[in-house]
């Protein structure tokens, strides 16, 4: 059974082709700064996107028209396993990532739930054998369910803390199974509507006495994926905690956390907190903490995570500059297409495309920002702005020898101050050049 059309594996034909199906700046085994592509780039495909996503929205219901629809229950979860593997083919893609609910269907009772998810792990498991495809991250979904209306390990209720908690639990056994790679906790309704009816407190707390319990229990069973946060402002709650990559990071460091995570950085959450994509990977690099990335766009019209395939030169091409510029690249994360295909884009064939657009935009990035980083494009603009700091007064600010008492003894007596021009359109300009001819 094909569920895409018995499309063949897409190669790459190079930037002139006009085959729809054929990658044009995707290159797997095309080395790049010592690297192929495909190392660099890891590409994952995520299991709700491509299989799970109906293509339903607040106004209207599904409009995808796939060849599993007509499975229910425990059929469908296996005929959507069979597609999973049938697409990582097709695109040559060697990662996937999914929550549990995505996978399996929820049972009457958490011991039926846990059966179910136990058979798909399994029969996830035997494909993976037979394909060498892996997983690049599992996470758990702790917020669909109603259940979650005031949270998981950030709930009022001990109750449903216990139960998330054991839903983690089982969790990283799966991941552990699989040969995870990382393991993802984003928050879904980890946050808040108002403080009159709120103790923020307790549940910052709670949060990070589940976060310990989690690293805890992963050594205890041998676990040794990448822990993962991933930060999203505004959506489902008003106030998320994981606001953003350095409120993550500064909730990591208060309750030491720090030492156990890394980020995966969204490029949509980014500019729904009003940053851009690379400013979050920019925040997580400085700070050692670049796990993971989640690859998709918003849209500048939009106020709301519309998660789309990342078309944007600009900013995968500035995304990869700060990969590149990581210790180890994107180590063992990946390039994740957290993207679904528009409404309006149900047949089958569209999740192919969206996934060739994506891949050859990251791709494309990739060759771009490996250019500008060997020609020291950026990195000779950025010294000559801050050249005052390699000599002088400014080195020995940087040095440590500089106090207010010295510093005043030289604001005394340097006199004018001279700035110098930033000259951000011609930085701009230089990037342009890069993007058309690199
Ligand atoms: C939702 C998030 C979610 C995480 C995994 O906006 O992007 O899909 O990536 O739970
Ligand atoms: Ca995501
Ligand atoms: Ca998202």
Known sequence: MSYFGNVDKIKYEGRTSTNPLAFKHYNPEQVILGKTMREHLRFAVAYWHSYTYNGSDP??????????DKFTGMDLAKARVEANFELLNILDADYFCFHDRDIAPEGATLQETNKNLDEIVALIQSNMKATGKKLLWNTANMFT????VHGAATTSNADVYAYAAAQVKKALEHGKELGGQNYVFWGGREGYESLLNTDMGLELDNLARFLHMAVDYAKEIGFDAQFLIEPKPKEPSKHQYDFDAATSLSFLQKYDLLKHFKLNIEANHATLAGHTFEHELHVSRINGALGSIDANQGDVLLGWDTDEFPTDLYSTTLAMYEILQNEGGIGRGGVNFDAKVRRQSF??????????????????????AAKLLEDRALVNVIDNKYASFQSGIGAD?????????SLEAYALQNNPIVNKSGNLELVRSIVNQYLLNA
């Open 397 to 405: 600010i940087v040095a440590g020898k500089a106090n207010f008492k």
């Open 145 to 148: 369910n109603p259940r979650f």
């Open 347 to 368: 047949e089958p064939i569209d999740v192919v495309y969206g996934h060739i657009a994506g891949m050859d935009s990251f791709a494309r990035g990739l060759v771009v």
């Open 59 to 68: 106004f209207g219901a599904g409009t995808m028209l796939r060849g599993y």
